[in-house]
T-cell receptor, first 112, second 114 residues
Framework: GAGVSQSPSNKVTEKGKDVELRCDPISGHTALYWYRQSLGQGLEFLIYFQGNSAPDKSGLPSDRFSAERTGGSVSTLTIQRTQQEDSAVYLC??????????FGSGTRLTVV | QQQVKQSPQSLIVQKGGISIINCAYENTAFDYFPWYQQFPGKGPALLIAIRPDVSEKKEGRFTISFNKSAKQFSLHIMDSQPGDSATYFCAASNSGGSNYKLTFGKGTLLTVNP
């Protein structure tokens, strides 16, 4: 596609439920990043995928968070047993190589 | 520990004026410093970036000034326009290998009055 596509654009979930957020990177982009943007915390790195290499999971805030990238393309971020503090905008970005990312418009997650 | 400090939090400028946003970093291993522009409901978009081997980079109305010894860098927007009203984020990365994970500042909300 022309840009990074994220779905859903908005998600409201009840506390304790699991959620899955999807990212479709730009075709041909081998690097994929997930960030979280919340009020007061700004943008925080979550996880990085590059090709078939082991992902950098150093930014995941707890073991309730996980992500996978299938076939080097689509990525899914899963949050288990959601908590109110998980409410944020989850942003995905991709790049072909080098540091110039393209971000998607994000998924706004609200935990009630 | 906040590794990239950004100021001011908000800025109001008249049309045609100069907008200046400042950032300071702590990690001397950082070697890539981008600025991102974000409009409401959209993801951040790369505006301009600099590496520490140069002190200034200009692209159109946007200029980054970089002071390696002070560990500071700033964004200057010349002839600011109402369409520049957005949130601006500075960031920094240590580009060891291919992982360009970014550490962001907390953002500056810029309002340009007509």
């Amino acid at each position: 596609g022309a840009g990074v596509s994220q779905s859903p654009s908005n998600k409201v979930t009840e506390k304790g439920k699991d959620v899955e957020l999807r990212c479709d990177p730009i075709s041909g982009h081998t690097a994929l990043y997930w960030y979280r943007q919340s009020l007061g915390q700004g943008l925080e790195f979550l996880i990085y995928f590059q090709g078939n290499s082991a992902p950098d999971k150093s930014g995941l805030p707890s073991d309730r968070f996980s992500a996978e990238r299938t076939g080097g393309s689509v990525s899914t971020l899963t949050i288990q047993r959601t908590q109110q503090e998980d409410s944020a905008v989850y942003l995905c970005a991709s790049s072909r190589q080098g540091p110039g990312y393209t971000f998607g418009s994000g998924t706004r997650l609200t935990v009630v | 520990q906040q590794q990239v400090k950004q100021s001011p939090q908000s800025l109001i400028v008249q049309k045609g004026g100069i907008s200046i946003i400042n950032c300071a970093y702590e990690n001397t291993a950082f070697d890539y410093f981008p600025w991102y522009q974000q409009f409401p409901g959209k993801g951040p978009a790369l505006l301009i970036a600099i590496r520490p081997d140069v002190s200034e980079k200009k692209e159109g109305r946007f200029t980054i000034s970089f002071n390696k010894s002070a560990k500071q860098f700033s964004l200057h927007i010349m002839d600011s326009q109402p369409g520049d009203s957005a949130t601006y984020f500075c960031a920094a990365s240590n580009s060891g290998g291919s992982n360009y994970k970014l550490t962001f500042g907390k953002g500056t909300l810029l309002t340009v009055n007509p």
